[in-house]
C-alpha cells in the first residue's frame, strides 16, 4: 500500500509540474503574439503610416501593456518605451519623449535611432537629430528614415539635400 501512495504522489506531482509549465508556455505564447501586434503598429508599412504622426502609439502601448500582464521580456520593455515615446511626440512634447528614451537607455538602441532622430528635429536639436538620422541612414534605411533626413535637412537650410533625400525615399519605396 505504501509503495502505490508513493507513486500515486509522485504522478500527481508530475501532473502539477506539467501543467505549470504549459501554463507559463501559453502565457509566454500569448505574450508574444500581444507584442508582435504592438510592433506592427509601431513599424507599419510606409503607405499606412509616412509620419511618426500617423503611427497607432496608444494602441500599440495598450498592447505590451497587456503582454506585461503575461510576461515581461527586453522586447516588451523596449516596445513600450517607443509606444510612449511615439505617444509624447505625437501630443508635441519632445522633451518627455526625449526623457522616456533617456529614462530607460544610456544609449538608444540602433532601431530607436529614427524615432530618436523625429524626437530631436520635433524640439528644435538640429545637430542632434542630424547626428542621429545619419546614423540610421548608414544602416538600411527605410523611406521613413529618408522623409526624417529631409525634414532635418530643410530644417537646417539645405534645401538641395532635403530633395536629394526625399527623392531617395521614393526611390526606395515608389
Keep these: 500500500m505504501g509503495r502505490r501512495a508513493l ?3 509522485v504522478a500527481g506531482a508530475g501532473i502539477l509540474v506539467a501543467g505549470s509549465l504549459l501554463h507559463r508556455a501559453r502565457r509566454a505564447e500569448r505574450a508574444g503574439e500581444l507584442s ?4 506592427r503598429l509601431l513599424h507599419p508599412p510606409f503607405d499606412e503610416a509616412p509620419a511618426f504622426s500617423d503611427i497607432r502609439a496608444t494602441e500599440a502601448r495598450q498592447l505590451v501593456e497587456e503582454a506585461e500582464e ?7 520593455r523596449r516596445l513600450k518605451v517607443e509606444a510612449r515615446a511615439v505617444e509624447l511626440l ?3 512634447d519632445a522633451p518627455r519623449a526625449r526623457r522616456e528614451l533617456a529614462g530607460a537607455y544610456t544609449q538608444a538602441p540602433s532601431e530607436l535611432g529614427l524615432l530618436q532622430a523625429a524626437i530631436e528635429l520635433a524640439d528644435g536639436k538640429l545637430a542632434a537629430a542630424e547626428s542621429a ?3 540610421v541612414l548608414e ?3 527605410d523611406p521613413r528614415a529618408f522623409a526624417v533626413a529631409s525634414d532635418v535637412a530643410r530644417a537646417t537650410g539645405q534645401a538641395d ?3 536629394m533625400l526625399a ?4 526611390a526606395v519605396h515608389p
Excluded at 508582435?36 to 510592433?39: E, M, N, W
Design 133 to 135: 538620422i545619419d546614423k
Design 139 to 141: 544602416g538600411a534605411p
Design 7 to 9: 507513486w500515486v504522489a
Design 70 to 76: 503575461f510576461s515581461v521580456s527586453r522586447d516588451t
Design 90 to 92: 505625437q501630443r508635441g
Design 36 to 39: 508582435q501586434q504592438a510592433a
Design 161 to 163: 539635400r532635403a530633395l
Design 167 to 170: 527623392e531617395k525615399g521614393l
